[in-house]
T-cell receptor, first 117, second 114 residues
Framework: DTGVSQNPRHKITKRGQNVTFRCDPI?????LYWYRQTLGQGPEFLTY????????KSRLLSDRFSAERPKGSFSTLEIQRTEQGDSAMYLC???????????????FGEGSRLTVL | AQSVTQPDIHITVSEGASLELRCNYS??????LFWYVQSPGQGLQLLLK??????LVQGIKGFEAEFKRSQSSFNLRKPSVHWSDAAEYFC????????????FGSGTRLSIRP
């Protein structure tokens, strides 16, 4: 399978605990995005990377959220001191903006669902 | 700043009827535009995209969309919907610079009436 892979698929945690999600993008893709989606809403941009560089982080994002992509391949999203409002589906997507005519459309993983009790 | 508006939260159409889902964007230059579909419990799948050239683009599953620069719109259409088209549809906009990100609208939920 050469698609975008996310782990774990489901995570239930207690308020105040830390959680970490992992995303393995399509291997030749240089861009990696994290989005958050709640029921009935569109994917909300969190952050994105080009290779190992984090290009932008949403200003709406709390300092409790951090993401890394240390070698320009897989990425992790950590949420510290989780709150009930963090419950959502966390989506990872990868893309490539190399080459002429490449629009960089996103290829999504199936998401990691977080439930904070 | 770029933004996307999908004014219709929920639309119901009869099977076999035509469909148009609206999308308006805000971006300082000509953007890349996308439509994605999300079926219940499924991941997001690209339906079609616009990046240049012909403003009427064809996608998968019989969908098409038209880029209208003057109206800042990229509406999605299908001549005859099928029950399997029931899903959530998201419009997205991206920029052409190397530092541009892709952002999504809030989505339109499509229900099909038998």
């Amino acid at each position: 399978d050469t698609g975008v892979s996310q782990n774990p698929r489901h995570k239930i945690t207690k308020r105040g605990q830390n959680v970490t999600f992992r995303c393995d993008p399509i291997s030749e893709h240089n861009r990696l995005y994290w989005y958050r989606q709640t029921l009935g809403q569109g994917p909300e941009f969190l952050t994105y990377f080009q290779n190992e560089a984090q290009l932008e982080k949403s200003r709406l994002l709390s300092d409790r959220f951090s993401a890394e992509r240390p070698k320009g391949s897989f990425s992790t999203l950590e949420i510290q001191r989780t709150e009930q409002g963090d419950s959502a589906m966390y989506l990872c997507a990868s893309s490539s903006n190399r080459g002429t005519g490449n629009t960089g459309e996103l290829f999504f993983g199936e998401g990691s669902r977080l439930t904070v009790l | 700043a770029q933004s996307v508006t999908q004014p219709d939260i929920h639309i119901t159409v009869s099977e076999g009827a035509s469909l148009e889902l609206r999308c308006n964007y805000s971006y300082g230059a000509t953007p890349y535009l996308f439509w994605y579909v999300q079926s219940p419990g499924q991941g997001l799948q690209l339906l079609l995209k616009y990046f240049s050239g012909d403003t009427l683009v064809q996608g998968i599953k019989g969908f098409e969309a038209e880029f209208k620069r003057s109206q800042s719109s990229f509406n999605l259409r299908k001549p005859s919907v099928h029950w399997s088209d029931a899903a959530e549809y998201f419009c997205a906009v991206g920029g052409r610079s190397s530092a541009s990100k892709i952002i999504f609208g809030s989505g339109t939920r499509l229900s099909i009436r038998p």
